[in-house]
């Protein structure tokens, strides 16, 4: 647990979406650790995944657990808040406080549920950079984050690479596969199957999807885990019994696992947002929205790229981040390529990785002494 | 289109589970395809996968579609009609004409649902057996079947070597792993999220949990194809329109496909059938219920068979395969291992394989030379 501050930026601009719809107002909830310092030459943006938030290294108020990257960002860890500025921000379209389809359409003062616009990895990206530019800093020294995180790093990149000296897209994609987008229809179908989603207008119920939302979470994370995790972890090992119960109760562990996974999610996550967060992954298409080829997109960026990925990440594999690597080196762009031997899955960008935590460490740490 | 013949088996005896609890009495759906020649020597028994059924070679009673291996079996096909006595079961448990979860329970005079005993992979073959004996046949030509088909097939060979010439267990596993149960275990939680499931009395109420059923339909469906095949299959391709809508309607191909997959599914399968099947899979573990090692199930056994996986199969992938080959080569038996190059994912066995088809017909053709 470190020192941190909690706070909501409030726009006063309106936000013109991709969609070219208009968020009149919108909010983000932020975290903040460590001190800006005068040059305000050290901030660190870290962008989270898609059931992450802005509690990255602080207790999380609803499950009390540790932060999710609490093993990265902290005193005298890879992401030092003793040195650095760190901002981790809620995304729009997320559930944390920051505007979303919970939030209170000012339109028609009810919960926009799906009345809320379709945002992307873009429309996240620009709303974060105003907040970037409230809080007076002209250049990240580094914007970070894995998956969903990841995307969002990349377009910072391509958005505004004037905006930040380093980039470290960690098992990420600069376009959502097709497996990808038919695991997430899924899980949106799962939500959208419970009778009491009542198209999306839940809350006006008193009610929420949540055995829908914990068969789209339960459907996810097996994604998340490789085949050799599970089998490491789970293989066929009975949960608290000595034989099956030839029935339909979780005799295996993974069942039980899994069961768990979906109903403790419920608890901190809006099934709505969970549509909209997925929605705007299966969108991300850097190649088609700049409407050139990805050694085009990056030609001559002065931003320096780590890119790091998992030989055990299925969902985001590899090859996928080789292709980022190969053409930013194509473009002449400065970049590191870190495949980390790993059979923990796609997970593994949150787990303890020392490699990954080294790699993050010296990367930062070179990026800024070079400017220094 | 072949000529074939439909019947109904109602066993005179009872079936006692391996759960322990026995069916008083059971009834098979099976269809015939050619003609048992007069030394009963020329029968194949093909054993069907999860949401297959008796219909392997005829147009099917209910989707009107052709029979599900009608690439394989018919008139001068590999597993040739003109020559061979085709048998295909409906398994125990399954929902097109042999007892299962929507079958009447005698005792009660009601729809058995949740109330039908647990059946596995090994009660389905006991009860094929009995069919097998019926039709006075003493020794099968071949035991063939893919996936959960596969199982039945390891399960004959073990349970029943003196009764088959031949075992061809194709894309299967010698026990299911807890990557494949996790996804089985999603797909019954969104059956049983379904609030017209009503703890599997549907019928009762005259509704049927097909919201449920068709997202798990989806799930499944995903895993049967590859990385590469949904990628070159449908990529990010649009359906039916220009550019994204912004919105939660189907915007990609391969959305508006599993949606149809999921969709069409419900029509012709039971739910609660699909929650008993998942089961008996993961419930499969050779080891487990001969305890003893795979090699010592299958020692000196007189079988010959012949393995069958595909490379671009991530579901039981070509390791599961090669691990039963090792074993009955260990054990001095007769196997040949046939990993065919193919990037169709799981569903290849069901699609158009030539180099399987060949190997099939070979090895069938192998098997009863020698033997005559």
Chains 1, 2 share one sequence.
Request: with cysteine; hydrophobic share 40%; glycine share 6%.
């Amino acid at each position: 647990m470190h020192d941190f501050e909690s706070h909501i930026f409030a726009s006063d601009n309106s936000l013109v979406l991709q969609s070219g719809e208009k968020l009149e107002s919108y909010v983000l909830a932020y975290n903040t650790y460590g001190k800006l310092n005068r040059k305000k030459s050290n901030a660190i943006l870290i962008c989270h995944a898609l059931t992450g938030d802005q509690h990255v290294a602080n207790q999380h108020p609803v499950t009390h657990k540790p932060g999710w990257w609490e093993k990265i960002v902290g005193p005298g860890k890879a992401i030092d808040t003793q040195i650095y500025f760190v901002i981790c921000i809620n995304c729009l379209g997320g559930c944390q406080g920051s505007t979303g389809p919970a939030s209170i359409d000012p339109a028609t003062q009810r919960i926009y549920g799906l009345n809320f616009p379709i945002v992307t990895i873009a429309d996240m990206v620009h709303a974060q950079c105003q907040l970037v530019n409230y809080l007076g800093i002209e250049k990240l020294l580094c914007v970070i984050g894995g998956s969903m995180g990841g995307m969002q790093v990349l377009q910072w990149a391509a958005s505004y690479p004037e905006r930040l000296r380093a980039a470290i897209p960690i098992a990420t994609s600069s376009r959502h596969t097709p497996q990808n987008i038919a695991f997430h229809e899924v899980g949106r179908q799962a939500v959208i199957a419970d009778n009491h989603w009542h198209a999306g207008r839940y809350q006006e119920y008193n009610v929420s999807p949540k055995k829908g939302l914990a068969v789209a979470r339960m459907v996810a994370h097996v994604t998340y885990l490789s085949e050799d995790v599970l089998q490491e972890k789970f293989g066929r090992n009975l949960q608290e019994r000595t034989d099956l119960t030839y029935g339909f109760d979780a005799d295996f562990q993974i069942e039980s696992y899994l069961r768990h996974q979906g109903v403790s999610f419920v608890d901190r996550f809006d099934a709505n947002s969970y549509l909209y967060l997925t929605r705007a992954m299966d969108y991300f298409d850097l190649v088609k929205d700049f409407n050139c080829s990805l050694n085009a997109i990056f030609k001559q960026s002065q931003v320096k790229f780590c890119v790091i990925s998992f030989t055990g990440d299925w969902l985001f594999p590899s090859s996928e981040s080789k292709k980022i690597a190969h053409a930013l080196a194509f473009s002449g762009v400065h970049v590191s390529f870190v495949e980390i031997d790993s059979e923990k899955g796609h997970d593994a960008f949150l787990l303890n990785e020392p490699e990954m935590f080294s790699v993050i460490k010296g990367f930062i740490v070179a990026c800024e002494e070079k400017e220094s």
